[in-house]
């Protein structure tokens, strides 16, 4: 099956702009979708297909994509940012998820 | 608003069955959606394992497919997950959540259930 791989860890100063990646070639033929998952919570859906936000998820979310390699960028971190953020892709009839990127908002 | 909470035994014994039931109450599971588990081993990253669509169509886990099992229970609003032999590294959080069948984003989870297997 495929794998996806992704930063352990990245920070990011308060305000500023981070962005965490995502590789693998499931990417190729398939849209990312993107995780936060806070301490101790169950992860949450940010960011899906080409240009989908859920409700409820701030605008400072966006995503893109290219080859193998997708990207989830958050501008302007909070400090609500501060999170494991994971990606996901199809994989023909199989679901994988990321590696994860903890994300330190500073 | 939907929900989904999970339920089931936090133990079980290595080499035996673990079954987890998921309740979900604002939506009806007949409606649409897949639903399906996902689990998180204590400090490590997510697995998806699988989803199952009310007319029966099933996404699958390959490396846990032969011992899975999805059911819905339509007159109860409820998902189950049975998972056999199971050995020390099933030990996890487990989750259930509602899958979409376009890009399979898991949109509404539920808060997840810790099972530890050992003796």
């Known amino acids: 099956s495929s794998e996806l791989t992704q930063d352990p860890a990245v920070s990011v100063p308060l305000g500023q702009t981070v962005r965490v990646t995502c590789q693998g070639d499931?990417?190729?033929?398939?849209?990312a979708t993107w995780y936060r998952q806070r301490p101790g919570q169950a992860p949450q859906l940010v960011f899906y297909g080409k240009d989908n936000r859920p409700s409820g998820i701030a605008d400072r979310f966006s995503a893109s994509s290219s080859g193998n390699t997708a990207s989830l960028t958050i501008t302007g971190a909070q400090a609500e940012d501060d999170a494991d953020y994971y990606c996901?892709?199809?994989?023909?009839?199989?679901?994988?998820f990321g590696t994860g990127t903890k994300v330190t908002v500073l | 608003h939907v929900q989904l909470q999970e339920s089931g035994p936090g133990l079980a014994k290595p080499s035996e069955t673990l079954s987890l039931t998921c309740s979900v109450s604002g939506y009806s599971i007949s409606d649409g959606y897949f639903w399906g588990w996902i689990r998180q081993p204590p400090g490590k990253g997510l697995e998806w394992i699988g989803s199952l669509f009310h007319s029966g169509v099933t996404f699958d886990n390959p490396s846990l497919k032969s011992r899975v099992t999805i059911s819905l229970d339509t007159s109860k609003n409820q998902v189950s997950l049975q998972l056999n032999s199971v050995t020390a590294a099933d030990t996890a959080i487990y989750y259930c959540?509602?899958?979409?069948?376009?890009?399979?984003?898991?949109?509404?989870w539920g808060q997840g259930t810790l099972v530890i297997v050992s003796s």
């Open positions: 499931s990417l190729r033929n398939y849209d």
């Open positions: 959540a509602r899958q979409s069948g376009r890009y399979f984003e898991l949109d509404q």
């Open positions: 996901a892709s199809r994989d023909g009839s199989a679901y994988v």
